[in-house]
């Protein structure tokens, strides 16, 4: 990365995840410049902070990056005026559209494809553990070989997100497939799609998806319209990697961000196991303790590889799908809605090619009439 210092812009800064890159920035010494018209909280340091009241002058600003950490509808109109400038780079959050609004996935594709601006704008979407230098390393490991498969990934990613006394649980979330598992599968897509060349060409490989789900019991049901998975324990198998994994906001689930990478290195076994929950980080790779920071900051992670991106491959960041761009976005997406189908139909589905991942349509307006209601007597 290089020495001069970074300008980041953050579009959403008083919330849980505009707050933590508000600290990353700092920690990195990077200027900052906010805006948010949320009433500021009375425990930000403001000495070193540009702070804009005006939504105009802070989309114009000369910044190196934007992080829109904003609800949906705000985060949609910011993402459209800046798409049009030229030579903008953009933080966005995911997932990359509503559960029940997949058509905006094909709008915002459509808008950068049609984007005049020059240098065209850089879009990459917020996964934290593909930017994680844990799994920079975890990708350097497996270069060593010269013949390397990789045949089965398993994944835990849960927290206690039903604690009453968590004032964070009560800001509403969408089924957990879309908002927690997205994770994980740009995780799997990130590593697989090092290793092929392309996420692509593990899914052309075919895909296979056997899922269960159970509801979320939040501290605000009034808050939802209609139930939402909390739960989800899935068996995938891309190409010939097989994948089971755990997902979990239910009541007494651990904190965890685990990861166990098993495979096949110039004819001789390897075992990954990697940790990415902040406190507790960790990798181990055939039995031995590769010494990363427990404490290690993720959002400072995503920054500084931002940032050597921009500086090193900035041509790729929105041609190759081993980034975390628009369309490897969309096929996280799609995965999301897959998985989230065969939960809600209870049963394998089968996708041959990624064409066919792209064109699945989920059903979920046409479900959604089928769905429970929370204080309608069907929780269990």
Request: hydrophobic share 40%; charged share 25%; with cysteine.
């Given at each position: 990365?290089?020495?001069?210092?970074?300008?980041?812009?953050?579009?959403?800064?008083?919330?849980?995840?505009?707050?933590?890159?508000?600290?990353?920035?700092?920690?990195?010494?990077?200027?900052?410049?906010?805006?948010?018209?949320?009433?500021?909280?009375?425990?930000?340091?403001?000495?070193?902070?540009?702070?804009?009241?005006?939504?105009?002058?802070?989309?114009?600003?000369?910044?190196?990056?934007?992080?829109?950490?904003?609800?949906?509808?705000?985060?949609?109109?910011?993402?459209?005026?800046?798409?049009?400038?030229?030579?903008?780079a953009i933080l966005n959050e995911k997932p990359m559209a509503a559960p029940q609004r997949p058509q905006d996935c094909s709008r915002l594709l459509q808008q950068l494809g049609q984007?005049?601006?020059?240098?065209?704008?850089?879009?990459?979407?917020?996964?934290?553990?593909?930017?994680?230098?844990?799994?920079?390393?975890?990708?350097?490991?497996?270069?060593?070989?010269?013949?390397?498969?990789?045949?089965?990934?398993?994944?835990?990613?849960?927290?206690?997100?039903?604690?009453?006394?968590?004032?964070?649980?009560?800001?509403?979330?969408?089924?957990?497939?879309?908002?927690?598992?997205?994770?994980?599968?740009?995780?799997?897509?990130?590593?697989?799609?090092?290793?092929?060349?392309?996420?692509?060409?593990?899914?052309?490989?075919?895909?296979?998806?056997?899922?269960?789900?159970?509801?979320?019991?939040?501290?605000?049901?009034?808050?939802?319209?209609?139930?939402?998975?909390?739960?989800?324990?899935?068996?995938?198998?891309?190409?010939?990697?097989?994948?089971?994994?755990?997902?979990?906001?239910?009541?007494?689930?651990?904190?965890?961000?685990?990861?166990?990478?098993?495979?096949?290195?110039?004819?001789?076994?390897?075992?990954?196991?990697?940790?990415?929950?902040?406190?507790?980080?960790?990798?181990?790779?055939?039995?031995?303790?590769?010494?990363?920071?427990?404490?290690?900051?993720?959002?400072?992670?995503?920054?500084?590889?931002?940032?050597?991106?921009?500086?090193?491959?900035?041509?790729?960041?929105?041609?190759?799908?081993?980034?975390?761009?628009?369309?490897?976005?969309?096929?996280?997406?799609?995965?999301?809605?897959?998985?989230?189908?065969?939960?809600?139909?209870?049963?394998?589905?089968?996708?041959?090619?990624?064409?066919?991942?792209?064109?699945?349509?989920?059903?979920?307006?046409?479900?959604?009439?089928?769905?429970?209601?929370?204080?309608?007597?069907?929780?269990?």
């Amino acid at each position: 990365m290089s020495h001069l210092q970074r300008h980041l812009a953050i579009a959403g800064a008083w919330g849980y995840i505009g707050r933590k890159f508000l600290d990353a920035a700092r920690a990195l010494e990077w200027r900052v410049s906010v805006f948010d018209p949320a009433p500021q909280p009375s425990d930000v340091r403001l000495q070193d902070v540009e702070c804009l009241k005006d939504e105009e002058t802070f989309l114009a600003l000369e910044a190196d990056l934007f992080h829109l950490a904003l609800h949906p509808e705000a985060r949609e109109r910011a993402l459209h005026r800046l798409l049009a400038r030229d030579g903008v780079a953009i933080l966005n959050e995911k997932p990359m559209a509503a559960p029940q609004r997949p058509q905006d996935c094909s709008r915002l594709l459509q808008q950068l494809g049609q984007s005049h601006a020059s240098p065209p704008p850089i879009l990459l979407f917020d996964f934290p553990e593909v930017f994680d230098p844990v799994t920079t390393r975890i990708l350097h490991f497996l270069d060593g070989f010269d013949q390397v498969r990789v045949d089965e990934i398993g994944i835990q990613r849960s927290k206690d997100r039903e604690a009453r006394d968590n004032p964070r649980n009560t800001k509403r979330m969408v089924h957990i497939q879309y908002q927690e598992t997205v994770h994980c599968f740009a995780f799997v897509l990130r590593l697989l799609g090092h290793l092929h060349g392309c996420p692509e060409a593990i899914l052309d490989q075919g895909i296979q998806v056997h899922a269960w789900a159970d509801h979320y019991d939040p501290p605000n049901p009034a808050d939802y319209e209609t139930m939402v998975d909390g739960k989800t324990t899935y068996d995938i198998r891309l190409g010939s990697t097989r994948m089971h994994g755990w997902t979990d906001f239910k009541a007494g689930a651990p904190s965890t961000k685990r990861r166990v990478i098993r495979g096949q290195g110039d004819g001789s076994g390897w075992e990954i196991e990697v940790e990415f929950l902040e406190g507790a980080k960790r990798l181990v790779i055939d039995g031995v303790d590769q010494q990363v920071n427990p404490a290690g900051s993720s959002y400072e992670g995503v920054l500084r590889t931002y940032a050597d991106w921009l500086d090193e491959t900035p041509e790729q960041l929105m041609t190759s799908t081993r980034f975390p761009n628009a369309p490897f976005a969309h096929l996280t997406y799609q995965l999301s809605s897959l998985l989230w189908r065969s939960s809600f139909e209870g049963r394998e589905l089968i996708i041959s090619t990624t064409q066919d991942l792209l064109a699945f349509d989920v059903g979920f307006d046409d479900a959604q009439p089928s769905f429970g209601r929370y204080g309608a007597g069907e929780m269990t």
